[in-house]
């Protein structure tokens, strides 16, 4: 199902109010019944878990997402940092699975800028390391130290992620290579 423009979310929110107006003295009174009680728990002010990846969205979640993300001028660098922040949000939650989403969808982006790259990949590194999955933020660590030599936390995820993987020697060799980056551009 495509989403509605935010045009067509407009004109429909105004056919909506309009029949409510409308019917206003057919509206049901006393008790509500479980069609209301379900609306209401899927609009978004009533939320109290994300909906599943692929799930029928109620249709003020889909206006709110089409207002957010539907911004066809945003530049890479520009969407790219706005799923960072996501994904920093849902990491601040600790909802690491959701913010392993938003940091994969930021470096879809293909985002010019080495250093936005760099911490999107540190980040999800970090996120995979919360959730156990130490071999994924071990390759992450590696990409983003490939976007950019000098991000030191990437380094310290990447020996931290061997430690727990029981790779010894290969977090000595990333703790070594973190020292030597952190000599060279201080």
């Not at 709110?64 to 911004?71: G, I, R, V, Y």
């Not at 790219?80 to 690491?96: I, L, P, R, V």
């Not at 540190?122 to 976007?147: E, I, M, P, Q």
């Not at 020996?159 to 201080?186: I, N, P, R």
């Amino acid at each position: 199902m495509a989403t509605p423009s935010p045009e067509e979310l407009d004109q429909q929110l105004d056919e909506f109010i309009d029949k409510l107006v409308e019917d206003k003295d057919n509206l049901p009174t006393g008790q509500l019944d479980d069609a209301f009680w379900k609306d209401l728990e899927g609009h978004p002010f009533f939320l109290k878990e994300m909906p599943q990846e692929g799930a029928e969205l109620h249709p003020a979640t889909a206006a709110l997402q089409a207002l957010h993300w539907d911004n066809d001028d945003d530049t890479p660098l520009e969407k790219a940092t706005k799923y960072k922040e996501e994904g920093n949000k849902y990491y601040g939650y600790k909802k690491y699975r959701n913010a392993i989403l938003a940091y994969t969808e930021g470096i879809k982006q293909r985002c010019p800028d080495p250093t936005i790259n760099a911490v999107l990949f540190c980040n999800r590194a970090t996120a995979n390391f919360y959730l156990g999955n130490h071999r994924s933020a071990l390759r992450d660590c590696v990409l983003s130290r490939k976007c950019k030599p000098d991000h030191l936390k990437a380094y310290l995820k990447a020996a931290e992620s061997c430690m727990k993987l029981s790779k010894y020697q290969e977090a000595q060799s990333w703790c070594t290579a973190g020292l030597s980056v952190s000599f060279l551009f201080d």
